[in-house]
């Protein structure tokens, strides 16, 4: 579904990912686990186009369509509906002073789709939203930043992308509200085959969620396998590194 | 083993805009000498509250403190200073940017402290003495936290109280900072409340925990309790959600 081939690039001189190789079938869940500055969130601004990051050698395929163009993916025709994002950041994805029924409405409408209201109250409870009536009535301003992430995961949701890239996403919610997510996103794959990309620096969630781990390190792909391998017999001296670092519950 | 802080009924009321944020509702709690007590629960449910009630930097509604004994609610934070000290989660905000980190770290401690019990507390901390030249815009984040924690111990305090102290670092930096906390408790005594919402950092550190949900202690207990057998729906809730976020 997705194929990534010798991927670099950066920002203006400064290179935050060299030679990515990796891919993706359809309905897989891959994890990419790494700290601040490990690449992660370059990774998926190349896949998604970001407009600031510069792809200097590579190519990025999408259901087998190449999705470069010169410095970088034009993601345009697969996006929302074929790639669904979630951002870390939510308040970058929505316009802070217009209601959410405005957003999702213009949302469901450039997707050729129609808002059904019953969808978006189920898309609200899965993420622990109640109320969803009074909530589309909001705007973005007026949330937590806590809600406006749930709010953005229920956006993503309701697309049913094949692909859904969350860039962690669950890392500013608390811990019950992160299971109600987590739970979700394997609900979605299970029922409707969506394929999740997942940056985390919690090798706990990626365990939890992954068929394969990805670990990156100083804008390289260090490591990658299926989970359990990785987190049993982790082969980069980094992986082991955050293997004994990561908190464990213990008594 | 010997009472060294305890709390009792404390109550704290906030208001917001014309809503009352309840944000400690008959909170006691105990403190044991040597004891690393830690608190946990999510955004908003009164943690950072309590230990802030604690420190004397807020005052509470109603309510009693003491320490060894003797009341000192209503003690301002210069006075609670002597035997207690908080670490903040932003380190770097917690130091003077233009000062040298020598002179801020031996601004809060006693006159009679050594250059040699400076250096040996440093080290402790695998610190290099030479960053006390440096100013905190000038360390990393995980060097200028572990200068506040040596800056907290060096006062003379015996309890420490820290808020989120490893949520800004990353996790190898995190568990450094853990177990230097783990190796100077076998060298020096003191007692620490340690609030996180990472409740698996919590487990690994603390010996006793106590859970707090809407300003309330929800359940408290020793570690091993808590895990093993949690009482309160909330309790088993938030522990079965941690396990399935860490390894």
Redesign the interface.
């Known amino acids: 579904m997705l194929e990534i081939k010798h991927l670099s690039a950066g920002y203006e001189g400064e290179q935050t990912l060299h030679d990515i190789n990796l891919t993706m079938q359809p309905g897989e869940i891959l994890c990419i686990v790494g ?2 500055g490990s690449g992660k969130s370059s990774l998926i601004r190349a896949i998604t186009g970001y407009k600031g990051l510069q792809v200097t050698e590579g190519s990025i395929c999408f259901g087998g369509q190449e999705l470069m163009r010169g410095k970088r993916a034009c993601a345009n025709g697969v996006m929302g509906r074929e790639i669904g994002l979630i951002p870390q950041n939510p308040e970058g994805s929505f316009n802070p002073i217009r209601t959410f029924e405005k957003q999702f409405r213009e949302m469901f409408a450039s997707h050729g789709m129609s808002m059904e209201e019953a969808q978006i109250e189920g898309a609200f409870e899965t993420v622990g939203l109640q109320d969803y009536k009074r909530i589309l009535k909001s705007r973005p301003y007026e949330m937590s930043g ?1 809600m406006n992430q749930r709010i953005a995961i229920a956006a993503a949701m309701l697309l049913s992308p094949k692909l859904l890239i969350c860039d962690e996403a669950t890392s500013a919610l ?6 109600l997510v ?1 739970d979700e996103l394997l609900q979605m794959r299970r029922d409707l085959g969506t394929g999740i990309l997942m940056v985390t ?5 990626a ?2 969620m992954a068929d394969r781990i990805a670990i990156m390190y100083q804008g390289e792909l260090v490591e990658i396998g299926p989970c359990q391998d990785v ?1 049993d017999h982790p082969q980069h001296a980094y992986t082991k ?11 | 083993m010997k009472e060294i802080l305890e709390g009792i009924h404390l109550n704290k009321i906030f208001r917001d805009g014309d809503s009352l944020v309840v944000a400690a509702n008959d909170v006691s709690f105990t403190l044991h000498e040597g004891e690393f007590l830690g608190i946990v629960g999510e955004s908003g449910c009164g943690k950072s509250t309590l230990l802030r009630l604690v420190s004397g930097l807020i005052k509470p509604d109603s309510g009693e403190l003491t320490h060894d004994g003797e009341a000192y609610t209503g003690m301002s934070p210069a006075k609670t200073g002597r035997f207690l000290q908080m670490i903040f989660q932003d380190a770097y905000a917690s130091f003077d940017p233009h000062m040298r980190m020598h002179r801020s770290i031996l601004e809060a401690a006693p006159k009679n402290v050594s250059e040699e019990e400076l250096v040996q507390l440093l080290d402790d901390l695998h610190l290099e003495a030479k960053l006390l030249e440096k100013r905190p815009g000038e360390l990393s984040g995980g060097q200028c936290q572990r200068m506040s924690i040596a800056r907290a111990i060096l006062s003379g305090a015996d309890i420490l109280l820290c808020d989120e102290i490893t949520s800004a670092l990353d996790v190898v930096t995190e568990a450094q900072i853990v177990s230097l906390l783990q190796g100077i408790r076998q060298k020096r005594e003191f007692s620490m409340m340690f609030v996180s919402h990472n409740i698996a950092l919590v487990s690994q550190l603390c010996d006793r925990m106590i859970v707090m949900h809407d300003g309330q202690i929800v359940e408290a207990g020793t570690t091993k309790e808590l895990l093993e057998n949690p009482k309160q729906e909330y309790t088993k809730k938030l522990i079965a959600s941690s396990r399935m976020q860490s390894l």
């Open positions: 700290e601040s806590g608390d811990v019950t509200t992160a299971q987590m620096h919690n090798l706990g969630i365990k939890h987190i590194q955050l293997l004994e670092s990561a908190p464990r519950m213990s008594a």
